[in-house]
Nanobody, 123 residues
Framework: VQLQASGGGLVQAGGSLRLSCAAS????????AGWFRQAPGKEREFVAC????????NYEDSVKGRFTISRNNAKSTVYLRMNSLKPEDTAVYYCAARWTVTGEAPVRDYDYWGQGTQVTVSS
């Protein structure tokens, strides 16, 4: 499956953005999906994930209550709504997919990755 992330940009602290990740080349409903981010000089870290059917989600602690992951399998797209953005959210955000037969929302071991979209939050 191929993934194409979009929706990044420059926003002031407290603002909002919605990232999108469009999938192609596979049956998207067979894949769990996740968002990860990598800030300059830091390792890539988990942000949020959603099960193949959308019933289960997991979030990294620092984004709980501010970010919401969702998906539309009919459109083969996963979203990340980011509210109350902080400067420390600045990073390149990557979407990822993992084939699964379960209803889990895995936080690691993703097989397919998009190209990344830059999110910059100014103070």
């Amino acid at each position: 499956v191929q993934l194409q992330a979009s929706g990044g940009g420059l926003v002031q602290a407290g603002g909002s953005l919605r990232l999108s990740c469009a999938a192609s080349g596979g049956t998207f409903s067979s894949y769990a999906a996740g968002w990860f981010r990598q800030a300059p000089g830091k390792e890539r870290e988990f942000v949020a994930c959603i099960s193949r059917g959308g019933m289960s989600t997991n979030y990294e602690d620092s984004v709980k209550g501010r970010f919401t992951i969702s998906r539309n399998n009919a459109k083969s797209t996963v979203y990340l709504r980011m509210n109350s953005l902080k400067p420390e959210d600045t990073a390149v955000y990557y979407c990822a997919a993992r084939w699964t037969v379960t209803g889990e929302a895995p936080v690691r071991d993703y097989d397919y990755w998009g190209q990344g979209t830059q999110v910059t939050v100014s103070s």
